[in-house]
Antibody
Framework: EVQLVESGGGLVKPGGSLRLSCAAS????????MSWVRQAPGKGLEWVGH??????????DYAAPVKGRFTISRDDSENTLLLHMNSLKSEDTALYYC??????????WGQGTLVTVSS | DIQMTQSPSSLSASVGDRVTITCRAS??????LNWYQQKPGKAPKLLIY???SLQSGVPSTFSGSASGTDFTLTISSLQPEDFATYYC?????????FGQGTKVEIK
């Protein structure tokens, strides 16, 4: 069974940085594409980006609002997905979910970690 | 980016009702259309992928269909546990985009 546990959220000032982690278990992490999806308070779901498995190149894609500011990486030795967030803005305030991805759909989700960007 | 327009934004229905939610893509997305259910305070849950494939463990009261760039999620007989918000998502090309959601409330 897919288990995903996000951590690292918190309160950060505009322009600041934060690193989110997602600890994975219950599946073969190294073979799995992984995604980040966020949800602003009271709003809908927004795809942030994903990272392919190393066997599929380990490359990343991002949504336009975060491209150049956010970086997704993975540590297959630790079964961990990371989201490095720089130059944070108030509009980045959201609950951030990591998910397992197959053919573009997210079939396993964590419980989310809350990021609040405020002065 | 591909825009996904979901309708209605909310609906009220009774237990046992047949409910239909529609999602329209701004361009062809082949069969790369997925549906999720989200309950308050919980993570989304995958219901249906590639238009009509039911995720393991999802009741057969849920079904999906397509006609061109229009996609439909149908709940054949609404159950108390089905009151939630539903999202469509295209996974044809990145950035994968979601519809704005449909909140299904108790009448």
């Amino acid at each position: 069974e897919v288990q995903l546990v996000e951590s690292g959220g918190g309160l950060v000032k505009p322009g600041g940085s934060l690193r989110l982690s997602c600890a994975a278990s219950g599946f073969t992490f190294s073979n799995t594409w992984m995604s980040w999806v966020r949800q602003a308070p009271g709003k809908g779901l927004e795809w942030v980006g994903h990272i392919r498995s190393e066997t599929d190149g380990g490359t990343t894609d991002y949504a336009a609002p975060v491209k150049g500011r956010f970086t997704i990486s993975r540590d297959d030795s630790e079964n961990t997905l990371l989201l490095h967030m720089n130059s944070l803005k108030s509009e980045d305030t959201a609950l951030y979910y990591c998910s397992t991805e197959r053919h573009g759909y997210s079939y396993g989700w964590g419980q989310g970690t809350l990021v609040t960007v405020s002065s | 980016d591909i825009q996904m327009t979901q309708s209605p934004s909310s609906l009220s229905a009774s237990v046992g009702d047949r409910v239909t939610i529609t999602c329209r893509a701004s361009q062809s997305i082949s069969n790369y259309l997925n549906w999720y259910q989200q309950k308050p305070g919980k993570a989304p849950k995958l219901l249906i992928y590639t238009v009509s494939s039911l995720q393991s463990g999802v009741p057969s009261t849920f079904s999906g269909s397509a006609s061109g760039t229009d996609f439909t999620l149908t709940i054949s007989s609404l159950q108390p546990e089905d009151f939630a918000t539903y999202y469509c998502q295209q996974s044809y090309s990145t950035p994968y985009t979601f519809g704005q959601g449909t909140k299904v409330e108790i009448k």
